[in-house]
Structure formats: C-alpha cells, structure tokens
C-alpha cells in the first residue's frame, strides 16, 4: 500500500521537482505549493533516503525519488546568506521565505547519510552540504543567549540565524541539530560536532534542568528561564539517544546494521543475505 502510493508520488508531475505538503487524497493533486523540509514535509524526504538504506540498498526507486529531491532542494531552496550561511528555505507557490525552521535541521545529518550512495561521484559534495547545514544550525544556537536554537530563525531584514518573532523563540528540547552532530560526527569525525554537542549539553544542564526532569524555554534570547515546564517524549526518545550516540563508539548501532525512523527507533537493515540464510534453514 504504502508502495503504490510512492508511485503515484513519483508519477506525479511535481512544481520544479518539489514535493508540496499537500496532496488531496480523492483527487490525487497538490493543494497549495507549499514546500518545506521542515514541519510537514521532513520525514518524507528522510524515508526516501531510508526505505533504500533498509531494503539493502535495493530500492532503486526510493533511491532515484532522493537524489532527485535533494537536487531539486539545493537548487530551489538552498541559499547562501551574506555572511556566507547555507540555509534551507519555505517555498510558498514560487516565491521564498527565508525562514528556517529548527525541525529542518535534521537536513544535515540526512545528506551526510545518503553521501554515500550519491550519483556520479558527489558524495564529497552531499557531505559539505550536510556540514554547512550543521554549521548554520550550530549559529543559530550560538546566536541566543541560553546557547540553545530557537523553533525558526530568519535571514532577512539584516538578521542571520537569529529568530524574529516571539513565538518562534521557544526551544521545547527538540533534537534535530544533535542529529544531525551525530550524523557528521559518524560520517567526518571531525571533533567540532563532539564540541558543538557538549556546548548543547551543557546548556540543557543549565537552562532546562529542573527538580522533576527538564523543561523546554520560552525564549531562549532572554537572560532568565522562563520554563514552559514540559518535557517532551522525543527528548528522551531523540534528544538524549542522539547525545549518547555522538559520544559513543561508531560500533554501537551501526549505521550498516541499524536505520532510525524520524522518531529515533532504531530498524534494522534487510540484509539481502538474511534472507537467504532463512530459506536455507526452513
């Protein structure tokens, strides 16, 4: 089932290559071209990538649908502040909003990910785009005053990764840009994803603990706490296995063992010889 609709989806003529966050499931069209490689549209992408690493690389067509897409994303959406940050932009029917969500940041550990299945020799370049996304997220932490990323950070009216508007200041301990740490860190093991995770941590330590767990900020720009006294699921689930992950040995979970769904549970990899091993015992 889930197949045939992936089909439809590849058949499909999509704006500039671009997948909308709408479809309407009678008529099979788009709704509004909005695009977004964050909130709506993110895991959609990651699966592409993911269903080909599962099936043991054999999904040619969700392999062919990602590359695709990423090509079709650094072309419409990927830019380049003038203080030299890649950032990932909202489409909105054509026109860019130079927005970033958090949730998008998970970017940069999908294409350190998919790097090496890349067509015609660009892992090297799937790499250093998953690196300038990880570097544009870690500014956008850097940039507060807590040293932890606000939801949506904006690159116009002079501003760069810094957030804007009052409700998108919040940081409810969302794990994306630890992720995408981890993802480098596994793929590079350059030591400043190591450096950048620690400075996150600390920051948790010091902002979001609280007698009863911790909780997420509302402003994370301010000088003082001021707690929304939630913690959420996905911190423990994502946020503190991302941590565990990027401190650890590569051995633990590895990457040709193990995929993690968007939620951070880990699946294994369908190895072509599991397979015929069971056959073989039957």
Not at 206 to 212: E, F, L, P, Q, S
């Amino acid at each position: 089932q889930v197949m045939n609709i992936r089909k439809v989806l590849s058949r499909l003529d999509k704006p500039e290559g671009l997948y909308p966050n709408y479809l309407n499931p009678s008529s099979g069209q788009w709704g509004q071209h909005h695009v977004s490689i964050g909130g709506l549209g993110d895991s959609f992408y990651e699966y592409l990538l993911k269903a080909w690493l599962m099936s043991d690389k054999t999904d040619e067509e969700g392999k062919k649908m990602y590359y695709d897409a990423v090509q079709a994303i650094e072309t419409h959406l990927m830019r380049k502040s003038s203080g030299g940050l890649t950032y990932i932009a909202e489409w909105k029917g054509g026109l860019l909003e130079h927005k970033m969500g958090h949730l998008t940041c998970f970017a940069g550990g999908m294409f350190a990910l998919g790097a090496d299945g890349a067509p015609s020799d660009k892992s090297g370049h799937h790499i250093e785009l998953g690196a300038e996304i990880a570097r544009t997220c870690h500014e956008s932490y850097d940039r507060t005053n807590m040293k932890l990323g606000p939801e949506a950070f904006r690159f116009d009216g002079g501003v760069e990764a810094i957030a804007t508007r009052q409700n998108e200041k919040y940081y409810i301990l969302r794990p994306e840009v630890i992720e995408t740490y981890m993802y480098l860190w596994r793929v590079t093991h350059d030591p400043k994803y190591r450096q950048w995770g620690w400075e996150a941590v600390e920051a948790l330590e010091k902002h979001c603990r609280v007698d009863g767990g911790y909780s997420g900020i509302r402003d994370v720009y301010n000088n003082h706490e001021s707690h929304d006294d939630v913690q959420q699921s996905f911190f423990l689930s994502e946020t503190l296995k991302y941590l565990y992950l990027l401190f650890s040995e590569d051995d633990l979970l590895p990457f040709e063992h193990w995929v993690f769904n968007t939620e951070a549970h880990p699946l294994p990899v369908l190895h072509k010889e599991d397979g015929t091993e069971e056959e073989n015992q039957k």
